[in-house]
């Protein structure tokens, strides 16, 4: 089977060989390794050394070409101890650091650089990136083939590291640290505390660099970017910029630090693009509340509720409906154990579009026993194509019951963490902003819904079992999906159709 179309692949030292065979013409040089003496003659800068190094722009190698912004950015670098950077996403800021890390190496033999990365995959990644541009200069040769400790010779050194809380532990006479998306790095106060002493031999000709995407109006990140500034307001400036001021926006704080705003509109290509945010928000299945935080500069949307409170009420157009014949349906449940949450399952019609809540079972305060009857009551009316049974704690009982009770019956457990009931919560958010569901006006969801915390995921007050109980059902839609088009399951529905016309009942 052939590669998958766009999918990412290691460049090998033969391909970056043969790419500088056809260019040598375009930057005016052979490739070849500089002795010391010759490398000391003429050290370019950072914006040159830069464009003669490769990166990937989607399927694509080209040059390195640094955006004025970048170039902006690198000035502030070199002109202050410290940077804090509020930046959208997907403005090439990690790897510009990381490249103008490399060209310091190739300056500096005595230069050492730490970057630290959210996660392994993120360091590795990175790691990949800046060995593919030192591979592909002309003027480095690399001392190491450790991926992540990059020693260039007669050059400096430039590690890369996890953001786990040991990570700065070891480190010595570092000239230069990135801290990168350190709004989303739980451990980042103490990794950064542990870090600082590794940089004093260096004293103000060390530079350390915070770069991030918001992430709410709390923790370390939020405190270096708001700490400081005398008369200007942070989310006044953020706002000011999103209300179409200019997009790069930089100031020395009273500290002496420097904080750098910059704005999608900045980038040349972004910019050119009338609906960037909604195309984004489509092409990517993110809820707009997302966006704002990670392309718009957004600093309040955490302390807010996932689901636009426009399209919560848009889309409240929906009514309970009774069975009706030749309809697909989805069945959620999310059990309650005891306390004042609901015991909650949702039938919504999946053959319709939009896709629309009709029916619904919500009780507190009885027993399992008397709630798995009023489930099983919703099944037999609706026989739905799969039934979706959140399965944390006491859910695996449940859906044993239901399958002895109901052999039948497609089941699937729908098991809730952090990060699934994320992914699972984006997926209804997203529904209901492209205008994909509705439901009746009076359902409880209509008033739960502004009160989910986009942050924390669950209700800042009062219940949240409609959410996620729908987020269960959300998280089985595909499989949902692929029952209703297998022609085992249509030619099943078409038998019980006969056989009910024959015996005059639905």
């Keep these: 089977m052939g ?190 505390g542990s870090a600082m002493p590794s940089m004093e031999m260096l004293g103000d000709d060390a530079r350390v660099i915070i770069l991030s995407t918001p992430n709410g109006q709390s923790g370390f990140y939020w405190e270096r970017v708001s700490e400081s500034n005398g008369d200007i307001d942070v989310l006044r400036k953020c706002e000011e910029i999103r209300q179409g001021g200019s997009p790069i ?21 972004y910019s050119n693009r009338e609906n960037y945010l909604q195309d984004i928000a489509k092409k990517k299945r993110l809820p707009l509340a997302q966006v704002r935080q990670e392309y718009d500069l957004d600093f309040t949307v955490s302390t807010e509720s996932l689901f636009n409170q426009d399209a919560v009420q848009a889309q409240a157009i929906g009514q309970w409906e009774k069975p009706q014949s030749g309809a697909d349906y989805l069945v959620c449940v999310d059990p309650n154990f005891g306390g004042s949450d609901y015991f909650r399952a949702q039938v919504w019609k999946l053959s319709t579009d939009p896709m629309a809540l009709v029916a619904e079972y919500a009780e507190n305060q009885r027993s399992i026993e008397y709630s798995k009857t009023k489930v099983l009551g919703l099944i037999d ?40 009931k994320r992914v699972n919560t984006d997926r209804i958010a997203i529904a209901l902003e492209q205008k994909e569901v509705i439901y009746p006006p009076d359902w409880a969801g209509v008033q739960e819904m502004p009160q989910f915390s986009a942050l924390k995921r669950e209700a800042s007050s009062g219940h949240d079992d409609t959410i996620t109980a729908w987020a269960a059902g959300w998280a089985a839609l595909e499989s949902a999906r692929e029952i209703i088009n297998s022609p085992m399951y249509r030619a099943q529905e078409s038998t019980l159709e006969e056989l009910f016309d024959e015996l005059g009942v639905y």
Excluded at 171 to 183: G, H, N, Q, R, W
């Design 3 to 192: 590669a998958r179309a766009g999918a990412r692949r290691n460049v090998s030292q033969q391909e970056i060989d043969k790419w500088w065979e056809g260019v040598a013409d375009y930057f005016g040089v052979q490739k070849k390794t500089l002795s010391p003496e010759q490398a000391k003659i003429d050290k370019p800068s950072w914006p040159v050394f830069a464009s003669k190094t490769l990166i990937r722009s989607g399927a694509n190698l080209i040059p390195f070409q640094p955006y004025d912004y970048q170039k902006a950015f690198v000035e502030q670098i070199e002109a202050h101890y410290g940077t804090v950077a509020v930046k959208s996403r997907q403005m090439g800021f990690t790897e510009m650091v990381a490249s103008y890390f490399l060209w310091s190496c190739y300056q500096n033999p005595a230069y050492l650089a730490v970057i630290f990365s959210k996660t392994q995959d993120d360091t590795t990644n990175i790691a990949r990136r800046v060995r593919m541009m030192a591979s592909s200069h002309p003027d480095v040769e690399l001392e190491t083939e450790n991926l992540r400790d990059l020693k260039l010779k007669d050059g400096g050194r430039l590690v890369f590291k996890p953001a786990t809380p040991n990570a700065a532990r070891g480190l010595e006479s570092v000239a230069a640290i990135l801290f990168d998306e350190a709004a989303f790095v739980p451990p980042i106060e103490e990794i950064y």
């Design 249 to 269: 926006q930089h100031w020395t704080d009273q500290e002496g630090w420097c904080k750098f705003m910059a704005h999608w509109r900045a980038h040349p290509v």
């Design 381 to 420: 009316a609706y026989r739905p194509v799969l039934c979706a049974v959140e399965s944390n704690s006491g859910g695996v009982v449940i859906i044993e019951d239901l399958a002895k009770a109901r052999p039948s019956l497609r089941l699937q457990g729908v098991l809730t963490t952090n990060t699934t």
